[in-house]
């Protein structure tokens, strides 16, 4: 059973960085898409950044393009979310995600089998 866990959430300002990750374990990813989701309080949860495990190919919400980088280490099975210049409409609780399938980058939430429990991030002005 593949298992996502998250760690690295906190409390920061606007402008800075936050790096969190996701360790996963139960499985072989080398076919697997990974991704990155967040929610806001009271709003849906929304696609932030995915990675091909096998590739590396990487691909990212316009909000947060440029500012966020999303990677991996393969010996650790872990998943990565370097994100700088944070702004306070970053604050969410951040989910890892995980997909038996290599392809369909910006796939929406439902399309994604396993899930991490979340972290939350707060980004105060």
């Known amino acids: 059973q593949v298992q996502l866990v998250e760690s690295g959430g906190g409390l920061v300002q606007a402008g800075a960085s936050l790096n969190i990750s996701c360790a996963a374990s139960?499985?072989?990813?080398?076919?697997?898409?990974m991704a990155w989701f967040r929610q806001a309080s009271g709003k849906e949860r929304e696609f932030v950044a995915s990675?091909?495990?096998?590739?590396?190919?990487?691909f990212y919400a316009d909000s947060v393009k440029g500012r966020f980088t999303i990677f991996r280490d393969t010996a650790k099975n872990t998943m990565y979310l370097q994100m700088n210049s944070l702004k306070p409409e970053d604050t969410a609780v951040y989910y890892c995600?995980?997909?038996?399938?290599?392809?369909?980058?910006?796939?929406?939430?439902?399309?994604?089998?396993?899930w991490g429990q979340g972290t939350q991030v707060t980004v105060s002005s």
């Open positions: 995600a995980a997909r038996s399938l290599i392809g369909s980058a910006y796939a929406p939430e439902r399309a994604y089998r396993y």
């Open positions: 990675i091909y495990w096998s590739g590396g190919n990487t």
């Open positions: 139960g499985g072989s990813f080398t076919s697997y898409t």
